[in-house]
């Protein structure tokens, strides 16, 4: 668990500034690589409000800047995640201007997503009595499956009147987000959240107990077991639990892996990498909501029953899409 990288700071507001000038200097430079001049003055403008929301949360987190790490590795899968989609763009045929733009929209859709829905399936209250705090989300609290809703959603009604093949474009972005996904569940180790279960000894798993992460004194595995009387005030570290993360960041690589090789060798029709993405997912997920601790729903967390909406969603689009392709070959 390393919930900070390094503290930068104390930042005096110029230094900020200067820093500002800085990226959109490169992002500046990376936009007219890949896109024309004329919309890359434009989306200039854009980044440029981002930075200027930099400086509004500087002024109200205070001068010491923490490099957080959940911050860093949604930021690496961003990059890696947009980079794959350039080259599969270029490679397929789609305009790498088009992805450049979906990028984006992803990942203001994907955050505003994630965080609605942590706030509404798991501190309404908290949030209700402290209706500010909802914006700040360098504290943590975003779910991934808002975010891959709510952006979904963005991308189709940000794409519903251009002339693109939607299905083949959201076979290349349901394989960027397996990129960007990987990498969060990574930032989700380092800050100590969706952590698993105590490993109990009793378990049928229990031979598998190495396995177990122990989270330092403070931490949220630790704050919670302290909160059931499963540990004591005294404990310097939480019991064992099941190191979630680490195997939700290994089955989606491997998915991503699994889904490349049939998008390069084996797919039959568009739409088919996106269908598959659903249900295995949503099979991946369902899983792993069996070792951690979430609120239920009747029987299942809220995680859970929208996993079985995904899969169900993923075996109507295999069908739909794969019948439709034999109709018109």
């Known amino acids: 668990m390393l919930p900070i990288i390094v503290n930068i700071g104390p930042v005096s507001f110029t230094a900020f500034l200067v820093f500002s000038a800085a990226v959109l200097l490169v992002w500046f430079l990376v936009l007219k690589i890949f896109k024309p001049s004329t919309t890359a003055r434009k989306d200039l403008v854009f980044y440029a409000l981002f930075l200027i929301a930099g400086v509004l949360v500087l002024t109200i987190v205070g001068k010491v800047l923490p490099l957080r790490t959940y911050g860093v590795m949604v930021a690496l899968g961003f990059v890696f995640g947009t980079l794959f989609a350039l080259h599969e763009a270029k490679r397929t045929g789609i305009g790498q201007n088009l992805v450049m733009d979906l990028s984006i929209v992803a990942l203001i859709g994907g955050i505003i997503g994630a965080r609605l829905f942590y706030i509404v399936f798991y501190s309404w209250d908290y949030y209700m009595a402290n209706p500010l705090k909802m914006f700040a989300v360098w504290e943590g609290g975003l779910v991934i499956y808002g975010g891959i809703i709510v952006a979904g959603l963005s991308l189709f009604f940000f794409l519903r009147k251009k002339s ?11 394989l960027s987000l397996l990129i960007g996904m990987g990498f969060g569940r990574l930032g989700c180790l380092g800050f100590g959240c969706c952590y698993g279960k105590v490993i109990a000894a009793g378990s ?13 004194k403070g931490s949220p ?16 570290c939480s019991l064992p639990v099941w190191p979630t993360q680490i195997i939700s960041s290994a089955g989606l690589f491997l998915m991503f892996l699994f889904l490349l090789l049939v998008h390069r060798k ?3 029709f568009d739409g088919e990498i996106v269908s598959l993405f659903f249900v295995l997912y949503g099979v991946g997920r369902f899983l792993i909501e069996l070792l951690r601790i979430n609120p239920l729903y ?12 995904m899969i169900v969603l993923g075996i109507f689009f295999l069908v ?6 034999k109709l018109k070959s």
């Open 266 to 268: 084996f797919k039959k």
């Open 221 to 236: 595995a630790w704050a919670d077991q302290l909160s059931q009387n499963l540990i004591g005030a005294d404990a310097t």
């Open 298 to 309: 009747g029987p299942f967390s809220s995680a859970q029953w929208i996993s079985l909406g």
């Open 320 to 325: 739909r899409f794969g019948s439709s392709s």
């Open 204 to 216: 049928v798993l229990k031979g598998l107990g190495f396995l177990g992460l122990a989270y330092p």
């Open 164 to 174: 693109v093949n939607l299905k083949a474009l959201f076979d290349i972005i349901s």
